[in-house]
């Protein structure tokens, strides 16, 4: 089972930009469909966007146009680029697959007021 590290978050201002990475410690050309979840304090994990093998992106309307979601197949990596960020966005940022497996440690996104 692939092993997915998350990274790149950090303490970004109202209506900035992060890039998050989502390393694989293998291929990630089978693998049928990866998705970003958060985890804001106090609530649940959500699920907000994913990419299958074939490249189809799916979002949440709470991200839509704001969040873009690619994949490196040569880097085994998978991307998202956030912009516009809000408070609303805090939250800790997780990458998996879909069906799930592990989950990692996840990278922690601030977005102050």
């Known amino acids: 089972q692939v092993q997915l590290v998350e990274s790149g978050g950090g303490l970004v201002q109202i209506g900035g930009s992060l890039r998050l990475s989502c390393a694989a410690s293998g291929s990630i050309f089978t693998i049928d469909r990866l998705a970003w979840y958060r985890q804001a304090p106090g609530k649940k994990r959500e699920f907000f966007a994913s990419?299958?093998?074939?490249?189809?992106?799916m979002y949440d309307s709470s991200v839509k146009g704001r969040f873009t979601i690619s994949r490196d197949i040569a880097k085994n990596t998978v991307y998202l680029q956030m912009n516009s960020l809000n408070p609303e966005d805090t939250a800790v940022y997780y990458c998996n697959t879909v069906p799930n497996g592990g989950w990692g440690q996840g990278t922690q996104v601030t977005v102050s007021k």
């Open positions: 990419i299958t093998a074939g490249g189809n992106t």
